[in-house]
């Protein structure tokens, strides 16, 4: 008995770190831990009312994840999202998800006419809300759902880990403009279109298009705000 409870107590311990990464993540997402922010495990603690040891462990897990990131004398702070690594990340997203399509397409495209439509019904749904984790959560459940009928696992195992930080990469770019979710979901119905026609061509290239899209307008606003930043940073040197 003493086995069990021991057991049942690190499962708990287990679920309340997962709860406290998740809060911490989502917060991130959504833009009220901004890049840069310091994390201060006291004050994280009280704020979601328990002890330090699950936000310490929490914070470790979200640094090895490349979410936060270690600052001389400022301890973890909040990872900078780099144009350099965003365009590096939709480079091979958009080759996986041009190829995820095809094979959909391909393969199961009677599967995706009777499961797909909710999909886009949940992403349209979504948009309506306002909800930007609402948003995010529709946009990787199609994508999931395309990498599942692609019946491929090869490419559902490649994708996964990186999801972190789509859902970052996401939730900056709806929340700076009003106008992209509306564009993500029409292009998202179309790729689906494609998939239940078994058009594997045309599934392919809307699905690169689609991603070559988002990273074009993301990376060009990182990268102005990266000059920004350095031109603010030189000109601090040269004032001293």
């Known amino acids: 008995m003493a086995s069990d409870a021991k057991s049942r107590a690190s499962v708990t311990r287990h679920r309340l770190v997962e709860q406290v990464y998740e809060a911490i993540f989502n917060e991130i997402t959504e833009g009220r831990l901004a890049p840069g922010t310091r994390l201060i495990q006291d004050e994280l603690a009280e704020a979601y009312g328990v002890s330090r040891q699950p936000v310490q462990q929490a914070l470790l897990l979200l640094r090895n994840h490349g979410i936060v990131r270690d600052a001389p004398r400022r301890g973890l702070i909040v990872s900078p999202l780099e144009a350099s690594f965003v365009h590096n990340f939709y480079e091979v997203r958009g080759v996986l998800e041009g190829l995820t399509s095809r094979l959909a397409a391909q393969r199961n495209p009677e599967r995706a006419r009777r499961e797909g439509p909710p999909l886009i019904a949940a992403g349209r749904a979504a948009i309506a809300s306002g909800s930007v984790s609402q948003l995010i959560a529709a946009d990787i459940a199609f994508h999931r759902f395309l990498g599942e009928i692609a019946d491929n696992p090869i490419i559902v195992e490649t994708v996964t880990p990186h999801f972190n930080h789509l859902q970052r990469i996401m939730g900056e770019v709806l929340r700076e403009d009003e106008t992209m979710p509306g564009r993500i979901w029409e292009e998202h119905a179309a790729i689906l279109e494609a998939v239940m026609a078994g058009d594997g061509d045309r599934a392919d290239r809307l699905a690169q ?17 990266e000059d920004t930043s350095a031109e603010e940073t030189r000109r601090r040197r040269v004032s001293r």
């Not at 307008?217 to 990268?223: E, G, N, Q, T, W």
């Open 209 to 225: 298009q689609h991603i070559s899209r988002a990273a074009t307008v993301f990376v060009a606003r990182l990268r102005a705000q």
